[in-house]
């Protein structure tokens, strides 16, 4: 997973093993440990400020222009973390781009992971006039048409360190950042598998991905198999879960 600090905010890069290193009075600072992901530290990163802890990673990728660069903030419930440990998203190189997500290193220190608030449990509201069929997980869901904005599959992720269960990563389209949330976590089911058809839905007074395994089409496939129909715009408003 790609990070970004702005090269201001460092005073020395070190490479572990060629050197001394005089860390910051708070200490080192392993970043992958910290995330919750397994790395391999090769260099120190010595900050400048007070307060911050000398962060040890595990490659560097060069140096980026800010002004080529496009920064959003991070959606609602993308880190299950108080404070985020993350100030914004980057997006170098366009639609095409890697997103890097850019470190507020005084958070590292003080941030405490949240414990893990499911979906609330909702129930099923009528068939709507048209409604997209799709399937997750042996389940069949619908989604009113007026609220499917696109269909993308197979679909590119950008994934977090520290997303709450159910949140696949960060899709960028159409020059914004877009949360993905595995639909069948959405219907409080367990999470697995490797879903890539995103349904990015206009619901809860945002847009966001959902992901689902396959789409049926307006009207193939139910069956007499049971439909859900959960109320999208109550499920995805902003702090419903994560």
Same mark, same amino acid.
């Given at each position: 997973?790609?990070?970004?600090?702005? $090269?201001?905010?460092?005073?020395?890069? *070190?490479?572990?093993?060629?050197?001394? =290193?005089?860390?910051?009075?708070?200490?080192?600072?392993? +970043?992958?440990?910290?995330?919750?992901?397994?790395?391999?530290?090769?260099?120190?990163?010595?900050?400048?400020?007070?307060?911050?802890?000398?962060?040890?990673?595990?490659?560097?990728?060069?140096?980026?222009?800010?002004?080529?660069?496009?920064?959003? !903030?991070?959606?609602?419930?993308?880190?299950?973390?108080?404070?985020?440990?993350?100030?914004?998203?980057?997006?170098?190189?366009?639609?095409?781009? $890697?997103?890097?997500?850019?470190?507020?290193?005084?958070? +590292?220190?003080?941030?405490?992971?949240?414990?893990?608030?499911?979906?609330?449990?909702?129930?099923?509201?009528?068939?709507?006039? !048209?409604?997209?069929?799709?399937?997750? /997980?042996? !389940?069949?869901?619908? *989604?009113?048409?007026? +609220?499917? =904005?696109?269909?993308?599959?197979?679909?590119?992720?950008?994934?977090?360190?520290?997303?709450?269960?159910?949140?696949?990563?960060?899709?960028?389209?159409?020059?914004?950042?877009?949360? /993905?949330?595995?639909?069948?976590?959405?219907?409080?089911?367990? =999470?697995?598998?490797?879903?890539?058809? +995103?349904? $990015?839905?206009? /619901?809860?007074?945002?847009?966001?991905?959902?992901?689902?395994?396959?789409?049926?089409?307006?009207?193939?496939?139910?069956?007499?198999?049971?439909?859900?129909?959960?109320?999208?715009?109550?499920?995805?408003?902003?702090?419903?879960?994560?």
């Amino acid at each position: 997973m790609p990070f970004a600090l702005p $090269l201001l905010a460092v005073r020395e890069i *070190v490479p572990i093993g060629e050197g001394p =290193v005089r860390p910051n009075p708070e200490g080192w600072v392993a +970043l992958a440990e910290r995330l919750g992901l397994r790395g391999d530290p090769r260099f120190a990163l010595v900050l400048e400020g007070t307060g911050l802890p000398t962060l040890l990673v595990d490659r560097m990728d060069g140096v980026g222009d800010i002004a080529d660069a496009e920064a959003f !903030r991070l959606p609602e419930r993308a880190v299950a973390a108080d404070p985020s440990p993350f100030s914004s998203a980057l997006c170098f190189g366009g639609g095409g781009g $890697l997103l890097y997500l850019e470190l507020a290193p005084a958070a +590292l220190l003080a941030m405490r992971t949240e414990a893990p608030r499911p979906f609330p449990p909702a129930g099923d509201l009528p068939p709507s006039d !048209r409604e997209l069929l799709a399937e997750r /997980a042996g !389940r069949v869901l619908a *989604v009113p048409l007026q +609220l499917v =904005v696109q269909v993308i599959d197979p679909v590119r992720l950008f994934r977090v360190p520290l997303a709450p269960e159910g949140h696949r990563g960060l899709l960028h389209h159409g020059r914004a950042i877009h949360p /993905a949330w595995d639909a069948a976590a959405l219907l409080g089911g367990p =999470v697995s598998g490797d879903p890539r058809v +995103l349904l $990015l839905l206009d /619901a809860g007074g945002t847009t966001t991905g959902v992901l689902v395994d396959r789409v049926l089409g307006l009207a193939e496939g139910a069956g007499t198999l049971p439909v859900r129909r959960p109320p999208w715009d109550a499920l995805l408003a902003p702090g419903n879960a994560g």
